[in-house]
């Protein structure tokens, strides 16, 4: 392998490689992109590439593939989407004549995109940094950045559960960590999925990551955005912009803005929450049709989409701001003020991230053309806004006029995506240009007068003048043709067919006409440039007109579903009272068909927190579970929300634990994720937080689960002191209403004629009486042999002592009951053998067998020892 990769050009690409040994390199050759050695293998694979060679006739070839230049975005698209660094090798003019010089232009990667064209604009991208202090009490130190956007948060978090919410917060797609989180288990599942990057120690330093926001933000202190001494989150942070600005070659003028997260400025949503509420995406398929998020999203803007988004993953739990948002979102359901204002949006681009493509100078001649027409339209739009007082705070008063009018004055109102074929700049910017246009067009049209010249002269009525790229302008003429063809015009070309011929007239016109053309397009590339940079210093005040785009879009959105779907205004205070008067859940009554949805009344406070709620399979307890949730949320987002009346007093944190799955991933069952999310909620769940419960502890046998169960809800009533409801098919846990002041017992009603069996849907207190779980079976489509034996062996279950009287289950869960007082040992071993020959082995099932030996182990004495 040495000879073949022992040439000037390899040991080019072999120099640049070792600048990036983790990205996949794409060197430039001409019109094509090449890829060699491991490289090679690797982009063949994931593109479908064919893998070649070079020095194919070598004993040992060099692999290579590669990418055809105008089509690299969508190859990099592809290789961002498998997890795959990109590093990009553009060749220049060098000093050899016989190696074209190359540098590394920018360095693409999942979360530093190429372009922010082919990014989704209603999904931020967020690129990640993590790091440790060290000490006796360490925290943990994060940093996130959009780059598309120049949008930067810092947080700070004193252990890795908080650590780890937050990144499975912003998601991000790359993450950026230090050595002392590398190995940290407790963080490994934020990890998962995601493109690790290993920094450097040395590049987690705090002071460098505080005077780089000095520069960045053009301050001299970090005080006015909260962070001048988190050292942690600061040292992220230095990794994380030296990452994009060093290393991927990306500018950040347009990081303007800095936000610190500070610790329960948001109510916390873990990410159980969010995947059980399908705020995002849905449990089954992972689409986003169907979530919340689909629902609320009719943004107009991409600024607009990306905050709605960024709301819906932090309700506020500040008044203050809450209210504020209300209040907006109120003067927009007045369609003489919304429908003007949405009209107006649809005209909107994204200004953030072509303020973005400007900072970088990536924007072409149409984004600034689209920028202009943005701020066009933005004009009367915020005449109109500034006079509704609950809109004009969230307003900024520069439209930028001045860049608008710019751009319109230099911009034709159509230009070509491309900057190097000209037609970017109106007549009249430039006297030269204007001269040059001018000796390009009376050029164009002195060659056509030749054409008619010469076709009198010698009578050849096909003959064309024409022109290419290679040969230039010319005279062709057929071969029947040519006995006419005039002894001063001289042979430029021979063609199959036809002969292409040149004359000193045509000659001198096209050098003029070439000439200017191509000084022309180089003069309009100069003016546009320009241009761009006059934009690029205007990109702080843009980003500051986009969050105020963002805003208004956002309430705007909120109001048309508000008044679309019937939601009413909450009343959200700082008690811990929560009335919901004829509830809905939002995502199930807009996809509902075939039936009305039901509503429903809640309530839950101080003295009544914890709702235990039974009722069958298929009644709805789900539903209402996350209808209540989906119900704050809304609320704490300043939305309206689907009720008659709402009530909502400030939530803290919200855990939602319905449903089931595995983690086979981490090798954990159905039961250890349960166990694992509900010893997360206990210890977490404060007096102020929302707690809804499914069916904890039905994933062990009978009498374990109703012991964990009894013991959780005791717990989150006891300890804990939260909100909560518990659905549960154990209806033993109604005793705990008569045990604990703060307990209700509600079920959803059912109505049953034999067989058959109606949801009805409603909310009514006091436990069900029964599950009607072969009756749901039935609905399910279980065949009828099966039903049949499973009625018969309910009532033959129902004839044996498999289980213990009600009063002895209580003994068993109820802790400030005494204990009863040992039975005699002869009549207990009468009970023991009466209850053995019970049970006939051959009809159980090993489930039914091991809740029998349970039974059988709660008839012996206390004091045999077992």
């Known amino acids: 392998m040495a000879g073949a990769t022992d040439t000037p050009m390899m040991r080019q690409y072999l120099d640049l490689k070792a600048q990036v040994p983790d990205a996949l390199l794409l060197y430039r050759m001409g019109d094509f992109y090449e890829l060699f050695l491991d490289d090679a293998r690797v ?58 010089e190359r540098d590394i232009v920018r360095v693409v990667s999942p979360g530093v995109p190429m372009d922010p064209e082919g990014l989704d604009a209603r999904e931020p991208v967020w690129l990640g940094a993590l790091t440790r202090s060290g000490g006796a009490h360490p925290v943990y130190g994060l940093a996130f950045l959009e780059v598309s956007t120049g949008d930067l948060r810092l947080a700070e978090r004193p252990d890795a559960a908080e650590a780890l919410a937050e990144l499975h917060r912003f998601d991000p797609r790359e993450l950026i960590l230090a050595p002392s989180v590398a190995e ?25 990551g505080r005077r780089r926001l000095h520069a ?28 994009v600005t060093d290393r991927a070659r990306v500018p950040l003028g347009h990081l303007q803005h800095l936000a610190v997260l500070p610790r329960g400025s948001a109510a916390v949503l873990d990410e159980a929450t969010r995947r059980n509420l399908e705020l995002l995406r849905t449990l089954r398929g992972g689409s986003r049709n169907g979530t919340l998020l689909a629902l609320l999203d009719r943004t107009l803007t991409g600024p607009g989409a990306r ?19 209300q209040d907006a979102v109120e003067a927009l359901t007045d369609a003489r003020l919304r429908r003007p204002t949405r009209e107006a949006l649809r005209e909107v681009a994204d200004i953030e991230r072509i303020a ?25 739009l915020w005449g109109r806004l500034a006079a509704v007082p609950a809109l004009a705070p969230h307003l900024v008063e520069d439209l930028l006029p001045d860049v608008a009018d710019d751009i319109a004055a230099t911009l034709v109102d159509d230009p070509p995506l491309a900057l190097t074929d000209g037609g970017l700049i109106r007549p009249g910017v430039s006297a030269e240009l204007d001269r040059l246009a001018a000796l390009g067009r009376d050029g164009r049209q002195a060659i056509a007068a030749i054409e008619e010249r010469e076709r009198a002269r010698t009578g050849i009525a096909s003959l064309k003048v024409k022109h290419n790229r290679v040969v230039g302008y010319f005279l062709e003429v057929t071969e029947a043709q040519l006995a006419r063809v005039p002894a001063d015009w001289h042979l430029k070309q021979h063609m199959s ?60 959105a909120l109001a048309e579903v508000a008044v679309e779907r019937r939601y009413v205004r909450p009343l959200v205070d700082d008690g811990l009272t929560i009335e919901i008067e004829a509830g809905r859940h939002p995502v199930v009554e807009a996809a509902a068909t075939d039936e009305r949805f039901v509503p429903n009344d809640l309530a839950l406070d101080a003295q009544r927190r914890l709702i235990v709620l039974t009722g069958p399979n298929m009644a709805g307890k789900s539903t209402v579970m996350r209808q209540l949730a989906l119900t704050v949320l809304l609320a704490q987002i300043g939305a309206f929300v689907p009720a008659a009346r709402a009530r909502i007093g400030l939530c803290d944190r919200l855990f939602v634990r319905v449903g089931a799955s595995d983690d086979l991933a981490r090798g954990q069952s159905t039961f250890m994720v349960e166990m694992s999310e509900t010893a997360w909620i206990l210890r977490h769940a404060t007096p102020r937080s929302l707690v809804l419960l499914d069916e904890i502890g039905r994933g062990t046998s009978t009498y374990d689960g109703l012991a964990i169960a009894w013991a959780v809800a005791e717990a989150v009533h006891d300890s804990a002191r939260c909100r909560a409801i518990f659905a549960t098919h154990y209806h033993e846990l109604c005793a705990l209403a008569d045990e604990r002041p703060g307990v209700l017992n509600q079920h959803v009603a059912v109505s049953d004629r034999g067989e058959q069996v109606r949801f009805l849907r409603t909310l009514r207190d006091g436990g069900a009486s029964r599950s009607y779980g072969i009756q749901c079976a039935r609905l399910a489509g279980l065949p009828e042999p099966v039903l049949a034996r499973a009625r018969a062996l309910l009532v033959e279950l129902e004839k044996r002592p498999v289980h213990p009287p009600p009063s002895r289950q209580l003994a068993l869960f109820a802790p400030s009951t005494p204990a009863p007082a040992p039975a005699p040992v002869a009549p207990a071993l009468q009970a023991l053998a009466d209850a053995l020959r019970a049970i006939d082995p051959d009809t159980l099932n090993p489930r039914q067998a091991h809740d029998a030996l349970y039974a059988l182990r709660a008839l012996l004495p206390a004091d045999t020892g077992d």
């Open 356 to 380: 973005g493509k400007v900072a970088q100078a990536r924007a072409h001649a149409r984004d600034l053309v689209g920028l202009q027409r943005s701020l066009t339209a933005l004009a009367p």
């Open 184 to 208: 940290d288990a407790a963080l490994s599942p934020g990890f998962s999925g995601r493109t690790l990057s290993a920094g450097e120690p040395r590049a987690f330093d705090a002071g460098a």
């Open 497 to 556: 067919g036809a002969r292409r011929y040149m004359t000193a007239e045509l000659k001198e016109y096209e050098e003029a006409v070439l000439g200017a053309d191509d000084r022309r397009t180089a003069l309009e590339h100069d003016l546009f440039l320009a241009l761009r940079a006059r934009v690029a210093a205007a990109v702080p005040r843009l980003m500051a007109l986009a969050r105020a785009v963002a805003f208004v879009d956002t309430v705007a």
């Open 216 to 243: 960045q933000l053009g301050v001299a202190d970090l005080a006015a955005f909260g962070a001048s001494g988190l050292d942690p989150a600061l040292a992220a942070a230095a990794a994380l912009l030296a990452y």
């Open 307 to 325: 905050l709605l988004r960024d709301w819906l993953l932090q309700p506020l739990v500040a008044l203050a701001p809450l209210h504020a948002r």
């Open 43 to 100: 982009a063949a694979a994931a593109l479908d590439l064919t893998l070649t060679s070079r020095n194919k006739n070598d004993p040992d070839p060099v692999p290579m593939a590669g990418v055809p230049h105008h089509a690299l975005d969508a190859y990099l698209r592809r290789l961002l989407d498998a997890g795959h660094k990109v590093a990009i090798a553009e060749q220049r003019p060098g000093a050899s004549a016989k190696l074209m």
